[in-house]
């Protein structure tokens, strides 16, 4: 159970070499141990990941786990549930790809939208189910800003993150009966590894600042958050402009 000051005792990461994700374990395990299942396919990043966990001091297992392959999905969501409760479970995994690629290409385009929405409602379907019959606990999705309007340069990975967005949205609401939290969390730019190469945007951030806004929002029970926080007001503005001024802004 998550303790009284939002501390978990578990937590599942499903996409358990994604950056953020990693920061939002370490994030927890700077209050106190916690077991770590990360679910993702074996490789020596998923071992060192789990190495780095465990010399921060969690007690850390691994799940097999591929966001391609639907077929798996239930199966190493009820594994991870087996090996005891679980508190917090973040959906961090995802594609970038290339966007230019993406709109010509229909297998890029395909993947893109079997590994952020199809494998993310997937997922969102097995722990829903898992988490209702455990009867508590809190899912983390790991969004993004481009979801909220499409842009001309990444409408394709946009438009899967819409998707994504809106079912961890309607999630929210039906699980709420249940006692089940989500928290859904909106990244603008973030310097890692899948954006490695690109020019930053304005208001870039890092790994450990979108867990520590993660974190913050799984204590205080909040339901939607934008990381950093002043992409919220931003985004609100750029929701609104019209379209003919909206394609000459360099966004």
Do not use: C
């Not at 071992?47 to 799940?63: F, I, K, M, P, Q």
């Not at 007001?233 to 360099?250: K, Y």
């Amino acid at each position: 159970m998550i303790d009284a000051v939002g501390h978990p005792s578990s937590l599942l990461l499903l996409g358990g070499t994604s950056e953020i994700g990693l920061a939002i374990a370490e994030r927890y395990l700077e209050g106190g141990p916690v077991r770590v299942v990360l679910a993702g396919r074996q490789s020596p990043r998923l071992a060192d990941a789990a190495a780095r966990l465990d010399r921060a001091g969690a007690t850390t297992e691994t799940v097999e786990f591929d966001a391609k392959d639907a077929a798996v999905h239930t199966e190493a969501v009820r594994k991870a549930f087996a090996g005891g409760d679980i508190d917090v479970a973040v959906v961090a995994f995802g594609l970038l790809g290339d966007q230019e690629k993406a709109w010509q290409d229909i297998d890029v385009a395909v993947e893109l939208a079997e590994v952020n929405y199809v494998a993310t409602v997937s997922v969102g379907v097995a722990l829903a189910t898992e988490f209702r019959r455990q009867g508590h606990g809190r899912i983390v999705a790991l969004s993004s800003v481009a979801g909220e309007r499409a842009r001309r340069s990444n409408f394709v990975y946009g438009s899967t993150k819409a998707g994504m967005d809106a079912f961890y949205t309607g999630l929210t609401e039906a699980l709420r009966g249940d006692g089940i939290g989500v928290t859904i969390v909106r990244p603008g730019f973030v310097h890692s590894k899948m954006t490695e190469g690109m020019d930053a945007a304005p208001l870039a951030t890092t790994p450990e600042k979108v867990a520590e806004v993660a974190v913050d929002a799984v204590t205080k029970g909040r339901e939607l958050v934008w990381a950093p926080a002043p992409l919220r007001a931003v985004m609100s503005v750029l929701r609104h402009i019209p379209r003919p001024i909206f394609r000459r802004l360099p966004v």
